[in-house]
DNA sequence: GTTGTTGCAAATACTTTGCAACTAT
DNA sequence: ATAGTTGCAAAGTATTTGCAACAAC
């Protein structure tokens, strides 16, 4: 499978030290076009029945550099499993997980986002990044 | 090791459907006296230095009994660590985790959590629970 | 006595790692 | 040429599970 050589992925190899290789390009690809949120597993079996040839061992490789270079977005669900979602647009938001359907609506709120810097300030500290998850039922 | 029933515990258990057991209350016992997080390794090999007899698995299921019934709250590390806390004076925080030392500190904004509803109610959601943690580093 | 509970070890789920073969530069 | 990268399978980590012995009721 071809594949074209996204700039953005050359700059934060190259920023990291690492090199441009054909696995670590089909990797953000893949993850790329995700519409929603997708596990290691699910990123490395469509790679594998696209006719790439990259490895689990690979897949994981590669998300911790995305992750680390704001390209990917890990969310972590707290019962052991981990999604993952591009960062395109670079815009920040959290998460609200619906408790009967499964259902993950993305939310943003300028309020909250202010009001969590103030938190960690009065305490002496500035916030690195956060993990906010709101797990929800549907009103009656 | 000898431990006084809790009545609390045995409430919790009966409204379960559970029986009332020594390793029951021995983890109950372990955990309530904890000043720190803890994960569940700590709390079994805590126990076994103690000469309680309780298995892993055992501590396991029994924190999930104590989790779902509001007895101790599970934290979430982000990284697959989970720690466990006592939940005596039932009251809720969220907690912020230094990324250069590794304390954490607990805290509880009221503000926050109407805000939080809120943007639930906002999407047709009550919030059940939720997850807030903040990595921070200190200021300077 | 009956049914729930326990401990054990094996299984699971997810992720990481050592290493020899391979590939980008 | 050489140093980083890959795939594989094994190891690791945290937790769960099946089952026979056991304990609570």
Redesign the interface.
Known sequence: MSSIKSQHLVEVLRKEGLRYTSQRQAVWDEIKKSEEHRDAEDIYLQLKSNNHNVSRATVYRTIDVLVKNHMVRKM?L?D?RNLFEPRIDDEHHDH?I??DTGKI?E?F?E??ED??DK???K?????????????????K
């Open positions: 972590d707290g052991g609200m619906c408790l609506i939310f709120d309020e909250l009001l969590q938190i960690a300030e305490h002496g500290y500035k916030v690195v990044r956060h993990v906010h998850q709101l797990f929800v039922k549907p009103i």
